[in-house]
């Protein structure tokens, strides 16, 4: 158990549709990385939260956002789903927002558009 | 773009034969990191090397950063079982703070 939790595990819905992803970091974590691995595509980095703000911004569409909370929770938002965002969505977290920190993963969010 | 490949994509090996995985990166890296994926499950943080020329070993992995820092490879030798998954490196960005994963290497081990 990395300590990352993430919800929902699985979800199906149909194109065209919004959904949210919901990511808690290990405790004292501050920084919180969102990832997207599709079956013919490693893990794409997404966008990553550092203590609320927004510190890098990866491959992310215009569909997409996300928003770290005072909390240090964080959450995914997708609309206007297409077939192709079906993927697994992983939620990262680690101490600091350096490159050089480990990162931890949470089980990630099966996502399945129809 | 920055970018960190890895080869081979795939590898079967029989149980207790040796297995490479290589990430090159585009760019210079100022550290790198390994993590594995077990089938169904999620990346798990394995190592980090930071110095040009670092070799450091776990067990019966051994991993090694180039001189250059823009190339790195992970070693297991006498696979096992328990060795099948999708070893990924991972690189920092030249801007910002988070890494850029490689494309993974799928291993699977032969019984």
């Known amino acids: 158990d990395s300590g990352v939790t993430q919800t929902p595990k699985h979800l199906i819905t149909a194109t065209g549709q919004r959904v949210t992803l919901r990511c808690s970091p290990r405790?004292?974590?501050?920084?919180v990385y969102w990832y997207q691995q599709s079956l013919d595509q490693g893990l794409q980095f997404l966008i990553q939260?550092?203590?609320?703000?927004?510190?890098a911004k990866g491959n992310i569409l215009e569909r997409f956002s996300a928003q770290q909370f005072p909390d240090l929770h964080s959450e995914l938002n997708l609309s206007s789903l297409e077939l192709g965002d079906s993927a697994l969505y992983f939620c990262?977290?680690?101490?600091?927002?350096?490159?050089?920190?480990?990162?931890?993963f949470g089980e990630g969010s099966w996502l399945t558009v129809v | 773009g920055q970018q960190v490949m890895q080869i081979p994509q795939y590898q079967h090996v029989q149980e207790g034969e040796d297995f490479t995985t290589y990430c090159n990166s585009s760019?210079?890296?100022?550290?790198i990191q390994w993590y594995k994926q077990r089938p169904g499950g999620h990346p798990v943080f394995l190592i980090q090397?930071?110095?040009?020329?670092e070799v450091k070993k776990q067990k019966r992995l051994t991993f090694q950063f180039g001189e250059a820092k823009k190339n790195s490879s992970l070693h297991i030798t006498a696979t096992q079982t328990t060795d099948v998954g999708t070893y990924f490196c991972?690189?920092?960005?030249?801007?910002?703070?988070?890494?850029?994963f490689g494309t993974g290497t799928s291993l699977t081990v032969i019984p």
């Open positions: 990262a977290s680690s101490v600091r927002g350096q490159a050089g920190n480990t990162i931890y």
């Open positions: 090397l930071v110095k040009s020329g």
């Open positions: 939260y550092y203590n609320g703000e927004e510190r």
């Open positions: 405790s004292g974590d501050l920084s």
């Open positions: 760019t210079t890296l100022s550290n």
């Open positions: 991972a690189g920092p960005a030249n801007t910002g703070n988070q890494f850029y």
